[in-house]
């Protein structure tokens, strides 16, 4: 089974409102999928759902191959998760907090316990109450408390939120170690691009309630592509130069004062001195990449399927 979460026009309707709807997206098993969407867009309603914590009202998950209902929830003990923050008894220490929960689990192994503590960082505070921890100790804890009875999937929703710089990089290098390491498949949401540039295999972008995009980070790498654009009230003298003199074959025109070099086999400076050397005037002459909030943006504004 290659696919560890497939939804089918996955709706969710509140008192009317409709908080996702037809929400069709697929995570790969041992990938990290990112779900990227602005606060309010129902990445954390869709998680909930997944995770079995409210039903949908309409729409179909199959959670490791199978249907996943009220009546046959058992794909649920291969998925760990935090879904918005993760709740402690807050005046015991994290091996107390980890116990309690391994013996309402069923699950108990002092020696899982004690090993994930170590995996994390957390080991050495064995006094500390979890009161005193830190958020970013807390989120570690969670992802601890989550990944102990040793689940397939870890679904995480906004996982980096709050934290501070260090926190952000260490919860991104034990999500990455989980993956790469153990194999774990991850889902997470955030509201920030470079969080989920950083740490997903595949993006699904989220935007009132509706997948709008399902795409691998790799495939929209490939599309990045560099540019020179250069404003000038000479447009057709220019392109004349640019494709004669230069030999530069790859121009868009994309105002009409606007023109876009997509050949970079001569720098800005060279096409700069020979158009000047034959009298145009360069209002403006710039190196441009395409980035991923390009992408994005693209998708959002003019991909027309958002609303
Ligand atoms: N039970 C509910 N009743 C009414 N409205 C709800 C309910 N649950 C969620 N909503 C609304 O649905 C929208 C989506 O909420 P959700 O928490 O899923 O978004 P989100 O993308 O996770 O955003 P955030 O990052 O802010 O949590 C929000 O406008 C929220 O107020």
Redesign the pocket.
């Known amino acids: 089974m290659n696919e560890v979460i497939r939804t089918h026009e996955l709706t969710k309707t509140?008192?009317g409102?409709t908080?996702?709807s037809n929400v069709n997206l697929t995570v790969k098993k041992g990938e990290t999928y990112g779900l990227l969407?602005?606060?309010?867009?129902?990445?954390?309603?869709?998680m909930k759902m997944l995770t079995g914590l409210i039903i949908p009202t309409s729409g179909e998950i199959m959670l490791f191959g199978k249907k996943l209902t009220e009546s046959a929830k058992d794909g649920l003990k291969r998925v760990g998760s935090i879904i918005e923050y993760p709740i402690f008894f807050e005046h015991l220490t994290a091996m107390e907090n980890l116990r309690i929960h391994c013996e309402y689990l069923g699950f108990y192994d002092r020696k899982a316990i004690s090993q994930a503590l170590d995996m994390v960082n957390l080991h050495g505070i064995d006094d500390k109450k979890v009161k005193d921890f830190s958020l970013g100790m807390k989120q570690r804890l969670g992802i601890v408390r989550a990944m102990i009875t040793k689940p397939e999937l870890i679904v995480l929703?906004?996982p980096t939120n709050g934290l501070d710089p260090i926190g952000i990089k260490d919860m991104r290098e034990l999500i990455r170690m989980l993956n790469k390491e153990y194999g774990i498949t991850f889902l997470l949401?955030s509201?920030i691009l470079g969080e989920i540039e950083q740490m997903a295999d595949r993006i699904g972008m989220?935007q009132q309630?509706k997948l709008v995009n399902e795409v691998a980070l790799a495939d929209i790498q490939k599309l990045r592509t560099d540019y020179i654009e250069l404003v000038t009230s000479n447009v057709q003298k220019t392109v004349y130069l640019l494709e004669h003199d230069l030999q530069i074959s790859n121009i868009k025109i994309v105002k009409d004062t606007r023109i876009r070099i997509y050949d970079m086999k001569r720098s800005t400076s060279d096409i700069s001195k020979t158009l000047i050397s034959n009298d145009i005037e360069i209002e403006e002459i710039q190196k441009h990449t395409s980035t991923l909030e390009d992408y994005f943006y693209h998708q959002i504004q003019g991909g027309g399927k958002v609303g």
């Open positions: 509140v008192k409102k908080i996702t969407g602005p606060n309010g867009a129902g990445k954390t309603t869709i929703d906004e949401s509201h989220i309630g």
